[in-house]
Nanobody, 125 residues
Framework: VQLQASGGGLVQAGGPLRLSCVAS????????IAWFRRAPGKEREFVAG???????DVADSVRGRFTFSRDNAKNTVYLQMNSLKPEDTADYYC????????????????????WGQGTQVTVSS
């Protein structure tokens, strides 16, 4: 199983960016898929996720600005990030598991079996 994340880059505050994650060896139409991020010097943080096609959670810090979606035909998930802030600067990772995680488990990175390599997002002020 491989997850390939892309779409990161440098963007000015207030601007948009869309991240993509393509899976091989794993079908995104089932199980749980999520985006996490890790800012310099900070712990890995849950951003958003989907379980079996239903958006189940979005972190409070990005609610109203980030949208998680997926294209089953392309086996790809997306993280549309709008109104970006300097504090959104981080390495972003997609993660997946074949399990349908219950709500209390979805934000825990230890519950995901597969991880992409990360894509860097830098938001300038």
């Amino acid at each position: 199983v491989q997850l390939q994340a892309s779409g990161g880059g440098l963007v000015q505050a207030g601007g948009p960016l869309r991240l993509s994650c393509v899976a091989s060896g794993l079908t995104f139409s089932t199980g749980t898929i999520a985006w996490f991020r890790r800012a310099p010097g900070k712990e890995r943080e849950f951003v958003a996720g989907i379980r079996s096609g239903v958006t189940f959670d979005v972190a409070d810090s990005v609610r109203g600005r980030f949208t998680f979606s997926r294209d089953n035909a392309k086996n790809t998930v997306y993280l549309q990030m709008n109104s970006l802030k300097p504090e959104d600067t981080a390495d972003y990772y997609c993660a997946a598991t074949t399990r349908n995680l219950i709500s209390s488990s979805r934000a825990n990175p230890n519950n995901y079996d597969y991880w992409g390599q990360g894509t860097q997002v830098t938001v300038s002020s």
